[in-house]
């Protein structure tokens, strides 16, 4: 044998070697870990038996989920009891708060009656003092009448020519006839003319006032 043929023996055994290896590699069980049983191969015959069985196994159940405890109870249902506690307290509870209110109004009207009392009081004493002001002022106005009527019809012709229309008109009014005619002697004409003027249409709204009035 030559050295080429021994070669080529050597390159054939090695083929055969390595293609017998991988059909063992295949064909090897898998191992199963230490402590465990070993795991048997599924047979080609044993496929089709499990899926016979899987198919006539009947299909599981699915129970329905529980209801939580807040969820409302469907239409027709009665609503489940109230709390026992608060079914005892009811009562009581509408009681104290119906006796807090009759309380609160009661305060809120002694409130309202003290604060009309005191506005009574008030106004009471305002149409007092009112009153007392114009006796004053008429007690006033009677004692400054009687001393221009009493006074010089040249000096007092000179004081009310210088006052405010509507406080001349209101004293020569108020003087008698006579003492106003000679006080408005002795004023200037101008002055004299001008009050006259005031007073006659103070007189005709009083005229006009007086038709008016029923």
């Known amino acids: 044998m030559t050295y080429r043929a021994s070669i080529t023996i050597t390159a054939i055994l090695a083929c055969m070697l390595a293609a017998s290896g991988q059909a063992q ?16 191969r599924p047979t080609a015959a044993a496929a089709p038996a499990s899926a016979a069985a899987s198919a006539a196994a009947p299909a599981p159940t699915v129970m329905p989920a529980p209801a939580s405890a807040g969820s409302i109870p469907p239409a027709g249902e009665q609503a489940p009891p109230a709390n026992p506690y608060c079914e005892a307290v009811a009562d009581a509870a509408a009681d104290a708060r119906f006796a807090w209110q009759v309380q609160t109004l009661e ?108």
């Not at 069980?29 to 402590?35: D, E, F, K, T």
């Not at 809120?108 to 009656?113: D, L, T």
């Open 25 to 40: 590699a295949q064909t090897r069980l898998p191992v199963a870990a230490p402590g465990q049983a070993p795991v048997a």
């Open 107 to 214: 305060a809120m009207r002694i409130e309202i009656e003290e604060r009309a009392a005191l506005l009574e009081q008030k106004r009471a004493e305002t149409e007092d003092w009112l009153t007392r002001r114009q006796e004053f002022l008429d007690r006033t106005e009677e004692r400054v009448v009687a001393i221009y009527a009493r006074m010089n019809a040249e000096a007092a012709a000179s004081q009310i020519a210088a006052m405010q229309d509507d406080a001349a008109v209101a004293l020569l009014t108020k003087i008698d006839t006579r003492r106003a005619s000679a006080i408005m002697g002795e004023m200037e004409s101008a002055r004299a003319a001008h009050l006259t003027n005031v007073i006659t249409g103070v007189l005709k709204r009083t005229a006009k006032n007086k038709a008016r009035a029923p």
